[in-house]
Every structure is written in C-alpha cells, then in structure tokens.
C-alpha cells in the first residue's frame, strides 16, 4: 500500500510558476513509476508528466514539454513537478499516481496506475 499526498498547488498569473509536490509513504519506491496527471473541468484526466524511479527516465505529455520538468527526491521519498511559463489552459487538479512495473517506458494511461493522490488545485489566471 502507498499513500501519496500533493501539495504547492495555488492561484498563479500567466507566465508564472509552481512547484508541486507528491509524498509517498507506506513503502520506500524502488520498481515504480510515478506520474502526473491533471483533470481540468470538464475534461479527461491527462498525462502530464512521469518518472521511472530507478534509472530516473523522464517522459512528458505533449502540452507541457519544455515547460514542466518533474524530478524525484529519493532520499524523501517525493516527486517534483516545477510547472513554468504556465498558462490559463493548465488550471486543472494535479494528481500524483504510482504503480510498480517492469519497463523503462513510463505509462500514459491512467489505468495502468494502482495508486493515487487526492490532487491539488493550480489556477492560472490571465
């Protein structure tokens, strides 16, 4: 069992930036990937971007890639996502999610995760 907890989240301008963060507890990760994702109102719930825990390989949606970059902290047990240049299209909830799987290819589908945060909330205003 993981549990994760996102935090950092809040009201920002346009072409301002955030950084959120996703504890996880329960376990030490190891053979894991974890991942954003983001749900705007009335919309899918998107990929945004993920790690492979061991090795650090990084895979990013195509709506954030060269403005978000996500890192993990392995000695906190944390993931990093520091959202720059962001824009009113990214308000949305943020979720962390994890899974433990083979592969160095992180997952985009929200089905492949076991387990997930309670979000966080990022509004950008214009």
């Known amino acids: 069992q993981v549990q994760l907890v996102e935090s950092g989240g809040g009201l920002v301008q346009a072409g301002g930036s955030l950084r959120l963060s996703c504890a996880a507890s329960g376990r030490t990760l190891s053979n894991d990937f974890i991942t954003w994702f983001r749900q705007g109102p009335t919309k899918e719930r998107e990929f945004v971007a993920g790690?492979?825990?061991?090795?650090?390989?990084?895979r990013y949606g195509s709506s954030v890639s060269g403005r978000f970059t996500t890192a993990r902290d392995n000695a906190k047990n944390t993931l990093y996502l520091q959202m720059s240049s962001l824009k009113p299209e990214d308000t949305a909830v943020y979720y962390c999610?994890?899974?433990?799987?083979?592969?160095?290819?992180?997952?985009?589908?929200?089905?492949?995760?076991?387990?997930w945060g309670q979000g966080t909330q990022v509004t950008v205003s214009s």
């Open positions: 999610a994890t899974t433990r799987a083979d592969g160095a290819m992180v997952p985009t589908s929200r089905f492949a995760y076991t387990y």
């Open positions: 790690i492979r825990w061991v090795g650090a390989q990084t």
